[in-house]
């Protein structure tokens, strides 16, 4: 049996406010909706496929808060990278847009999924995977689906993943296109949560 090589790209705020929506609520700790990304590349990668599969990379796209605007927050940030670029994760940070009224307005994330696109495009161009995942609900990332789909089809092939609930069911997808999506529920979500608190430390 081949074996195909998987590569993993997380949109880290938009999986993470999924994972709140679906299980959370506002009330509920900040740390609860935190992934491993390791860990969700493993159970993503133990999920039966037509080919054995081998977790080639997991990257990880997240926006970065200003040190001199919020300094708690920014530290809190920089220890959970740390975290995960100690596992073997690629980050690739783009720095929060603050809007004028900012801290009445939030800040707002800004490049991350254009980021996240382009490599998407980029590494199945060059033929760096076999299997593209991408753990996102943000239709922004659609052209990226459908060009892969498209024009690398002899390379590679692409999937999603997103979390699910009997009520919460918003998918990643490109219409006229059958793209295989990991369904993660809960019981998902326990195995590759992590609680850690990144204020502290």
């Known amino acids: 049996m081949n074996t195909e090589r998987l590569t993993l790209f997380v ?37 039966p496929a037509k080919t054995q599969r ?18 708690k927050t920014y530290t809190a940030h920089i220890n959970q990278c740390r975290a995960w670029r100690k596992d073997g994760v690629e980050v690739t940070t783009r ?10 307005a939030k800040a707002q ?6 980021a996240l696109a382009v490599d998407f495009v980029a590494l199945a161009i060059d033929g760096l995977y076999d299997v593209g995942v991408i753990a996102s609900t943000d239709s922004d990332l659609r052209p990226a689906l459908e060009y892969v789909i ?20 918003n ?3 490109v219409p006229g296109i059958n793209i295989w999506c990991h369904r993660l529920d809960k019981a998902d979500y326990d195995t590759v ?7 502290i430390g």
């Open 11 to 47: 949109d880290d705020k938009n999986f993470y406010q999924g994972a709140r929506r679906a299980f959370f609520s506002n009330t509920d700790s900040h740390f609860y909706g935190q992934i491993n990304p390791l860990f969700l590349g493993n159970l993503i990668c133990s999920r």
């Open 54 to 71: 081998q977790l080639q990379q997991i990257r990880v796209y997240t926006g970065m808060p200003d040190s001199t605007k919020e300094p």
């Open 95 to 104: 720095i929060l847009r603050y809007p004028q009224d900012w801290p009445d």
């Open 109 to 114: 994330q800004k490049g991350v999924d254009v």
């Open 150 to 169: 498209k024009k690398c089809r002899n390379k590679c092939h692409v999937e999603v993943a997103a979390w699910f609930t009997p009520q919460t069911k």
């Open 171 to 173: 998918r990643l997808s």
């Open 193 to 199: 949560a992590d609680l850690t608190d990144y204020n």
